[in-house]
T-cell receptor, first 117, second 113 residues
Framework: AQSVTQLGSHVSVSEGALVLLRCNYSSSVPPYLFWYVQYPNQGLQLLLK??????LVKGINGFEAEFKKSETSFHLTKPSAHMSDAAEYFC???????????????FGQGTILTVHP | DAGVTQSPTHLIKTRGQQVTLRCSPK?????VSWYQQALGQGPQFIFQ???????QRGNFPDRFSGHQFPNYSSELNVNALLLGDSALYLC????????????FGPGTRLLVL
């Protein structure tokens, strides 16, 4: 079984400030981890993913995340927030390739990011 | 290259009715997954189709069924609609061999009155 907990349903930052969105996961099998972004009235867009290898993953729009197995965390960061980053962000987990839940994404509840001028 | 498309964009039904939602995957993709996103929640996995068969299923009742056609497009059917079925229904497509990369469509927003 897999689950995701996103700490903080709302995060507010000033433009130019650090963005930190927290994600902890639970998985009985080695996981793949994902961050998706959702703009109002749109579908989900993949920001970045961890599969295997390097634990620091870089994604689009300047975002990055670090897989920490010992902490079961996959927090999303961006050094400097832009107004265009305002959206809802979802962390997700799946089993690795070959696992029984491979391809089935389990999402967290989401974190709404607000960016103030 | 068209991405994932879904139709209709919005739908209003009444309790007890049946609904069919449609999804065309990204060009070249052979696997379609469906998710339900209730208001204020994260998406929940309904099921996945590959080679015209249901391959995985989430914790959804049998009222939710699907189909995949030879051209890889897919339908989601929901029977005996309940108020709680009101949600955004998202379709995601991928290659069977690379399911960790899923592309999502814009969704169909279903309102059940």
């Amino acid at each position: 079984a897999q689950s995701v907990t996103q700490l903080g349903s709302h995060v507010s930052v000033s433009e130019g400030a650090l963005v930190l969105l927290r994600c902890n996961y639970s998985s009985s099998v080695p996981p793949y981890l994902f961050w998706y972004v959702q703009y109002p009235n749109q579908g989900l867009q993949l920001l970045l993913k961890y599969t295997t290898g390097a634990t620091l993953v870089k994604g689009i729009n300047g975002f990055e995340a670090e897989f920490k197995k010992s902490e079961t965390s996959f927090h999303l960061t961006k050094p400097s927030a832009h107004m265009s980053d305002a959206a809802e962000y979802f962390c997700a987990v799946s089993a690795q390739a070959g696992g029984t839940s491979y391809g089935k994404l389990t999402f967290g509840q989401g974190t709404i990011l607000t960016v103030h001028p | 290259d068209a991405g994932v498309t879904q139709s209709p964009t919005h739908l209003i039904k009444t309790r007890g009715q049946q609904v069919t939602l449609r999804c065309s995957p990204k060009s070249g993709h052979d696997t379609v997954s469906w998710y339900q996103q209730a208001l204020g929640q994260g998406p929940q996995f309904i099921f996945q189709y590959y080679e015209e068969e249901e391959r995985q299923r989430g914790n959804f009742p049998d009222r939710f069924s699907g189909h995949q056609f030879p051209n890889y497009s897919s339908e989601l059917n929901v029977n005996a609609l309940l108020l709680g079925d009101s949600a955004l229904y998202l379709c995601a497509s991928s290659l069977q061999a690379i399911q960790e990369t899923q592309y999502f469509g814009p969704g169909t927003r279903l309102l059940v009155l």
